[in-house]
């Protein structure tokens, strides 16, 4: 089945350490995007890349990190830097960017304290 | 003012009964428009996708777009207890060189038994 595989699904870590999110997907999609979910805030993005080698900042942007080396792996890495890293990370991939829906992996919760 | 505006409820509802989830937004040339259903730890999923204004049907869910307004809605008939979840609106303008997908802040659905 195709899809989007975010790895761990619980993260703890101690604060000031950095640490790195999965994410693959396998649906051959172009764009991919690191997003993080805090209650009663939505959905913020933090990360896109619509190809291999090349990633915008979003709007959330500051104490995170993220490569594209290849097409269906996207990682995502949370740097001490990052205030509140608290958080449930979510990671989705679409066709193209723009207009075309977005497909979601399960995400993972990760926990600084 | 938001880009998208959407009721954080909660809503409860009876088993059976009629679902109308609403979101209303600001930018004129949004054009794309997404509900996603999210249950409690996991990735949102997409139930429904339309273009433009008008109404699409998928089974028990009906989505409605009307652009003189600026609201959208998402109609779940029958409703199950399988249905309890978060609902999120998206929606975006044509493509114009950056991700512009614009998200609600979800409205919690739990229809009782």
């Known amino acids: 089945d195709g899809g989007i595989t975010q790895s761990p699904k619980y993260l703890f870590r101690k604060e000031g350490q950095n640490v790195t999110l999965s994410c693959e997907q396998n649906?051959?999609?172009?764009?991919m995007y690191w997003y993080r979910q805090d209650p009663g805030q939505g959905l913020r993005l933090i990360y896109y890349?619509?190809?291999?080698?090349?990633?915008q900042k979003g709007d959330i942007a500051e104490g995170y990190s993220v490569s594209r080396e290849k097409k269906e792996s996207f990682p995502l890495t949370v740097t001490s830097a990052q205030k509140n890293p608290t958080a449930f990370y979510l990671c989705?991939?679409?066709?193209?960017?723009?207009?075309?829906?977005?497909?979601f992996g399960n995400g993972t919760r990760l926990t600084v304290t | 003012q938001k880009e998208v505006e959407q009721d954080p409820g909660p809503l409860s509802v009876p088993e059976g009964a009629i679902v109308s989830l609403n979101c209303t937004y600001s930018?004129?040339?949004?054009?794309?428009f997404m509900w996603y259903r999210q249950y409690s730890r996991k990735g949102p999923e997409l139930l429904m996708y339309?273009?433009?204004?008008g109404n699409k049907e998928d089974g028990r869910f009906t989505a409605q777009v009307d652009k003189s307004s600026k609201y959208i809605s998402l109609f779940i008939r029958d409703s199950q207890p399988s249905d309890s979840a978060t609902y999120l609106c998206?929606?975006?303008?044509?493509?114009?060189?950056?991700?512009?997908?614009?998200f609600g802040t979800g409205t919690r659905l739990t229809v009782i038994p």
């Open positions: 989705a991939s679409s066709i193209r960017r723009g207009g075309s829906p977005l497909h």
């Open positions: 649906l051959n999609h172009d764009a």
């Open positions: 890349s619509q190809i291999v080698n090349d990633f």
């Open positions: 930018n004129s040339a949004f054009q794309y």
């Open positions: 339309t273009y433009s204004s």
């Open positions: 998206a929606m975006s303008a044509q493509e114009t060189g950056a991700n512009n997908l614009f």
